[in-house]
């Protein structure tokens, strides 16, 4: 099982990212999957989670109406918009199995003006 992170960079207050999340290893479209991030120093946070039918989405209170989580089952890829970045959002993003621990090396997103 992999995860490839990609799409993260260094961004100004209220600027957007997109986050790409390529999976392999699994049959991708039976799985919920989740984004979550961490920060130095700060706990593993969870920002969205979507099912493989992509009609129920989930978001933590940090990402509610600025990101948004989607998926495209046939290319086995996961995706975060966020927009209206804040400097809070600075932080390693990974995509997981929403059940399961097993995530990639990230993507490293930095707010900053």
């Known amino acids: 099982i992999q995860f490839v992170e990609s799409g993260g960079g260094v961004v100004q207050p209220g600027g957007s990212l997109r986050l790409s999340c390529s999976a392999s290893?699994?049959?991708?479209?039976?799985?919920?999957m989740t984004w979550v991030r961490q920060a130095p120093g700060k706990e593993l946070e969870w920002i969205a989670s979507i099912n493989g039918g992509s009609d129920d989405k989930n978001y933590g209170e940090s990402a509610k109406g600025r990101f948004s989580i989607s998926r495209d089952n046939a290319k086995a890829k996961l995706y975060l918009q966020m927009n209206n970045l804040k400097a809070e959002d600075s932080a390693v993003y990974y995509c997981?199995?929403?059940?399961?621990?097993?995530r990639g090396q990230g993507t490293q997103v930095t707010v900053s003006s």
């Open positions: 997981k199995r929403r059940a399961f621990d097993e």
């Open positions: 290893g699994f049959d991708f479209e039976m799985y919920a």
